[in-house]
């Protein structure tokens, strides 16, 4: 059964740091690029970094460069999000999904990242930054 599960939310102080986990179950991540997006109430959908081992990333949206960084750990199947610096604006409920599509594609990170090119979705984690 494929499945991501998120971990790690929580709430922080403006300039505190979080990492958040990805736990895979069911593939092998080194078959998939692997992205985190966060979506804030009444907020589109928004990409936040993409992983994987055959791309020449990792990416990272705009709003996140130079403060979030994503790592992946084979043998616990799970991708990070190591966030520092966090700002009020990053609170939000934040979300990783693998890459669809055929064997080649799916290896691919795709840019722009775009969440609509991404599948099994976890159920998400909140990461709350507020003094």
């Known amino acids: 059964q494929v499945q991501l599960v998120e971990s790690g939310g929580g709430l922080v102080q403006p300039g505190g740091s979080l990492r958040l986990s990805c736990a895979a179950s069911?593939?092998?991540?080194?078959?998939?690029?692997i992205g985190w997006f966060r979506q804030a109430p009444g907020k589109e959908r928004e990409a936040v970094s993409c992983?994987?081992?055959?791309?020449?990333?990792?990416y990272y949206g705009d709003s996140v460069k130079g403060r979030f960084t994503i790592s992946t750990n084979n043998v616990k199947n799970t991708v990070y999000l190591q966030m520092n610096n966090l700002e009020p604006e990053d609170t939000a409920v934040y979300y990783c999904a693998k890459r669809s599509g055929y064997y080649l594609i799916r290896r691919l990170c795709g840019l722009p990242l775009n969440s609509a090119n991404f599948a099994s979705w976890g159920q998400g984690t909140q990461v709350t930054v507020s003094s």
């Open positions: 069911g593939f092998t991540l080194d078959d998939y690029a």
């Open positions: 992983i994987s081992s055959t791309d020449s990333g990792p």
